[in-house]
């Protein structure tokens, strides 16, 4: 069965005006229609960048109690989290079905592989 959705944990985590922290979320596999929308919205259109804003606030649907996740929200995360939220988007709808999860036998934190970008051993 394909997955077609990923927990994750910001590295920082996005603060709420009320001071409150969310780091956990939640992502999902992007559809075509998830880039090609975006295109259309002015604010890409005046801003190339902003199209990240758009996709990302598109294919995360938690973060936190929050759901849907809108594109201010997406657009006031920490540089950090922006471009960890990149990584993972880029790794879930690339990898295919070379995605695994483990847990860091050191520290426990939970952890998202991908085995296609691993040595002939399999150490990442």
């Known amino acids: 069965m394909l997955r077609t959705e990923f927990a994750f944990t910001l590295p920082y985590g996005f603060v709420n005006s009320a001071g409150n922290l969310t780091r956990e979320g939640l992502m999902r596999r992007a ?3 998830d880039e090609i929308e975006p295109l259309q919205d002015s604010r890409v259109q005046a801003n190339e960048a ?21 594109p201010e929200v997406i657009g ?3 540089t950090v989290d922006f471009a960890f939220l990149q990584d993972l988007y880029a790794t879930i709808n690339a990898g295919g079905d070379t995605l695994v999860e483990s847990i860091c036998s050191t520290c426990g934190t939970s ?3 991908d085995l296609a970008h691993s ?6």
């Not at 902003?50 to 809108?70: A, E, F, M, N």
């Not at 040595?119 to 990442?124: A, I, K, S, V, Y």
């Open 111 to 113: 952890l998202l592989l």
């Open 50 to 70: 902003y199209l990240l804003v758009l996709v990302l606030s598109r294919v995360v649907t938690r973060l936190g109690t929050l759901s849907p996740v809108s």
């Open 119 to 124: 040595d002939e051993r399999g150490t990442l």
């Open 76 to 78: 006031n995360l920490f």
């Open 31 to 33: 559809v075509a229609l």
